[in-house]
């Protein structure tokens, strides 16, 4: 009986009949078929080397996802699906670019089934093999031969591509092979020793405590002396580095930050292991002593006060709050209500001008006591802006989570709702250092 392969290759070869490949005028079947090759020394699966001969079909030849599934069946045509961009009938490819590979990155980043990157790695190696004896042959004048003819967005999309791919494949030789010809053409974009074998240390969280939950991942307690935070699969390697290295960033700035000093595999997801002797969450303690959340709201203030006079420049290199602010509003509210889109943005557009620190995901699931001191993590949003910004997250984490649903606060906090509401009334008071209730209500409007 012939394989799925095997009818693959025939199926592809007669729908890419005619056509050549851009560069080096070879017939396109090579292509499909050096990708199946690629994979072949990646896996045995046979439905992914499929569809990696089936890669190019949808957007190269009259052939469509509907017939590849009733042929192949529907994971094929799912993992072929992720390798194809989408169309902008009317507008140029060099004008579209960007927006192609954006959106296909998105897919990739998101994407479950470990056969979708191995396709992406053997497609952009099958391609970047081409690339680099091209650019062995015509130096930088090659790049205007392409839709894209900026060199450094090329290298962009190929950097984020093995970024997101690394931690499943970085032990292949295909993986290795792909860095090698990126740092030859762009010299310096990876370190050369991910060309060698590196193997990370492996860990699992199996068994152990979970301490909280939040938008990036998990937090464990290891043992009695490390914590460890396991990030979502759609965070690459680079997104861990990324927030280690902001972490030491804040820790110079004077911010109590928990330094994280390796990092470590868990199963398919990244994780961050952090020293922190007897500690646990404020959310933790909150719920271990709701009788003492006043003091604990003043734990927070205390935090919040010191990360909020801390002035800084562009030249630190932190980003302003506000593109994401603006980011949430037009895909929130501005998704059901223009109008409440339009007055949120004005009251965000006039805030006066500072330049102070914001922590950017600040609860009581990222706050550690050690040894009685609050030490924070989840650096990455730390940004530039007005402290507002801060306490509105704040308002929402405690009091707006839990209008129509007291449970989702309780379930994300880890302590009843009215607890909740109680932090932040508390929190408020000690940040402000006031008990004017009418102060305290004009700032609660205002967040």
Known sequence: MMKISEEAIIYATILHQGKVRKFGNTPYIFHPLEVAQILSTITDDEEVITAGILHDIVEDTDGTLEEIEKR??????????????????????SDTWKQRKEGSLKILKSSTDEGV?????????????????????????????????????????????AEMIELSLNKTGAFKELIKHINFIWPGTFDSEKTRFKKYKEV???????????????????????????FN????YRDVEQE?????????LGIPTAISFGIVSVGKKYGAMFEMVDSDTLSRYIARSPGQVDHYAGVMAEVAS??????????????????????????????EDK?????????????????????GDFHTGNVFIQNGEPLLIDMDRVSIGHPVIELSDLYYFYVTLGLDDPSVVEKFMGF????????????????????????????TDKV
């Open 117 to 161: 990157k191995m396709l992406w790695l053997a497609d952009k190696l099958a391609n970047i093999r081409s690339l680099a004896g091209m650019y062995s042959e015509l130096g930088e004048e090659m790049w205007q031969k392409f839709n894209q003819n900026d060199p450094e967005m090329q290298r962009w999309y190929y950097k984020s591509v």
């Open 416 to 443: 009843s709702y009215d607890t909740s509401k109680q932090f932040f009334h508390s929190f408020l008071k000690c940040y402000l250092q006031t008990l004017v209730e009418y102060r305290l209500h004009e700032v």
């Open 233 to 236: 699969e759609n965070n690459t």
């Open 339 to 359: 109008a409440l889109e339009e007055k949120c943005m004005k009251l965000i557009d006039n805030l006066p001008e500072v330049h102070t620190l914001i922590h």
């Open 306 to 335: 010191i990360i909020h006079s801390i002035e800084v420049t562009e030249d630190d290199g932190f980003p302003y709050v506000y593109e994401r602010i603006h980011g949430y509003i037009s895909g929130g509210v501005g998704a």
């Open 72 to 93: 192949f069946g529907k994971r094929v045509a799912d993992i072929v699906s992720t390798d194809t961009e989408n169309d902008y009938p009317g507008e140029k490819k």
């Open 244 to 252: 280690i290295a902001q972490c030491r960033k804040t820790f110079i």
């Open 204 to 230: 699992s969280v199996d068994g152990c405590e979970l301490l909280g939950h939040g938008a990036k991942g998990d937090v464990y307690r290891y043992d009695d002396e490390l914590v460890i935070k396991v």
